[in-house]
């Protein structure tokens, strides 16, 4: 029984994936002949021999034309859901050091109560001492019966 020609299965395919591609940015889903196999998982001679390649590249063109168009129309809007993006970020930041702030204090509000000055809280804790090696010590009950 000879095998079945999937010419007509891989042509609509490679037409839906074009037609989803074509909504996005070149840079979210380029279009070339590597992408399209590999994301449909052909073989890129198989693209070339049944003629896709020339149909891949016409939907790469309408890409790039439909990304200059949105590019040019809505730089205005990007820059306004830039800097909307930019003030939300400000003030979770704001709100996060609020939170630390309080935080902080209930630290030094429970110092006081413990009879700690807080000014101790801040001081640098010194390393401690690593002058004697205790490497190479078989057991601990040795060393105190010497």
């Known amino acids: 029984?000879?095998?079945?020609?999937r010419c007509h299965e891989?042509?609509?395919a490679v037409k839906a994936y074009i037609e989803n591609a074509e909504e996005k940015s070149p840079?979210?889903?380029?279009?070339?002949?590597?992408?399209?196999a590999a994301e449909l998982r052909l073989?890129?001679?198989t693209l070339y021999n049944y003629?896709?390649?020339k149909l891949i590249a016409e939907g790469a063109e309408r890409q790039r034309a439909r990304a200059d168009q949105v590019k040019g129309g809505?730089?205005?809007?990007?820059?306004r859901a830039m800097i909307q993006r930019l003030r939300a970020e400000l003030a979770q930041a704001v709100e996060q050091n609020k939170q630390l702030m309080?935080?902080?204090c209930l630290v030094e509000a429970n110092a006081v109560n413990l009879n700690i000055d807080p000014e101790h809280?801040?001081?640098?804790?010194?390393?401690?001492d690593c002058t004697t090696s205790f490497a190479g010590r078989e057991n601990k009950r040795d060393t105190h019966r010497r």
Do not use: C, F, Q, W
């Open 1 to 5: 029984m000879a095998r079945r020609n």
């Open 10 to 12: 891989i042509t609509d």
């Open 27 to 36: 840079d979210e889903s380029p279009l070339d002949v590597k992408r399209v």
């Open 43 to 45: 073989s890129r001679t």
């Open 51 to 53: 003629g896709l390649d």
């Open 74 to 79: 809505d730089k205005r809007s990007a820059e």
């Open 102 to 104: 309080a935080r902080l």
């Open 121 to 128: 809280l801040y001081r640098v804790i010194p390393k401690p």
